[in-house]
């Protein structure tokens, strides 16, 4: 008998990581810290030269190149209903975003594709002498939907902190380290509301994708992404 508990323990310990293997090899890495595959400026065939992988296997914009810059896409694929995981973070005044649903032929990718909001809250507003809405602050649906500041928890500055958004068409959720922040329907009646009043109001084409490409966005800012993955 109590030669069976060793036995019985280590067959319950091989059938965990099969399982953990199971479940992480689901995920599909845009990004892994080693190469930049896949990853090219919108509308464009090849990474802009301003993109680079720093020392610590961080995608970041390095915004000294002048040549350099524009917002990128991961162009290998293109997702519609996804779970997407990353880590990022920003400077003193840093601003950026997280894009999806991203269609090419447009002027930009704002105006088509819905954003989740990587910004400075604490200080941007100080900095640039620019009051921040809620609606532009860190984890909201860029100009649509609010994230909720009793949810929300930034590392300081200069930190890394972790991103989840989960899209599917009856519900979309936003993750802010470990929290959700923030969930909407797209495509509902209050969602089409929220856009005729907004800012995407002259945006014919804003949100109507549903399928399309991840993007990230270069904001003249210098921003540092890793661990990029989906399911």
Not at 19 to 44: C, H, M, P, Q
Not at 160 to 177: A, D, G, M, Q, S
Request: one cysteine or more; charged letters at 25%.
């Amino acid at each position: 008998m109590s030669n069976s508990i060793p036995i019985l323990f280590f067959v319950i310990f091989i059938f965990s990581c099969n399982n953990i293997t199971k479940e992480n090899s689901d995920w599909v890495y845009l990004f892994d810290g080693t190469t930049t595959n896949g990853w090219r400026a919108y509308n464009e065939d090849s990474l802009p030269s301003g993109w680079i992988i720093d020392d610590e296997g961080a995608l970041t914009f390095n915004k000294e190149d002048k040549a350099g810059g524009g917002d990128i896409i991961y162009g290998l694929e293109e997702f519609e209903n996804f779970e997407l995981y990353l880590e990022w973070k920003l400077p003193i005044g840093g601003n950026s975003g997280i894009f999806y649903h991203i269609k090419e032929g447009f002027n930009g990718i704002a105006q088509i594709a819905p954003e989740y909001q990587l910004i400075d809250d604490e200080n941007y507003s100080k900095i640039y002498n620019y009051e921040l809405q809620e609606w532009q602050q860190t984890a909201s649906d860029y100009s649509m939907h609010t994230a909720d500041p009793k949810q929300k928890v930034l590392k300081p500055i200069g930190e890394w902190n972790t991103t989840k958004i989960r899209f599917t068409p009856e519900l979309v959720e936003h993750w802010l380290n470990g929290k959700k922040v923030l969930s909407f329907v797209p495509w509902s009646d209050d969602w089409y509301k929220r856009k005729a009043d907004g800012k995407w109001k002259n945006s014919t084409k804003y949100g109507s994708f549903k399928r399309g490409y991840i993007g990230l966005q270069d904001h003249d800012s210098p921003i540092w992404f890793r661990n990029i993955k989906i399911l």
